[in-house]
């Protein structure tokens, strides 16, 4: 699998995997029901993508990544949800389409983990 604008690499794919449970004192409904998602990114497998693989593994650690809340896909309340940290869940397809290719994106979601911290 190849990323567009990334042809000579190869392609690091972040899994994410979270069920459903009861949301605790730090969510928006503590007691209340959340649903659980899952969810595919994309890194090309380079210097540059090993880095910010690195810095979205600190920001996850972190419980920076999700949040639960509404999903501005589907429109379905307490559920996980992206929390402003922008990953590409396509391999083509360009920005419009969270995907490749996107040549400024590498330096965009590390600006975006330094501004929660994540350097």
């Known amino acids: 699998m190849t990323l567009n604008g990334y042809k000579q690499t190869g392609t690091i794919i972040i899994d994410y ?18 649903t659980g998602t899952t969810r595919r990114a994309f ?3 380079n210097s540059d993508g090993k880095k910010v693989l690195e810095l979205l593994k600190q920001a996850f650690e972190q419980k920076l990544t999700f949040t639960i809340g509404t999903s501005s896909t589907t429109g379905h309340r307490d559920t996980v949800i992206w929390n402003d940290i922008h990953h590409k869940t396509s391999t083509h397809g360009g920005p419009s389409m969270h995907g490749y290719p996107d040549p400024g994106y590498l330096k965009r979601v590390t600006e975006e983990l330094a501004a929660k911290g994540i350097k």
């Open 17 to 34: 995997a979270f069920g459903s449970g009861i949301q605790g004192s730090d969510h928006p409904n503590p007691g209340k029901p959340y």
């Open 43 to 45: 890194l090309p497998y």
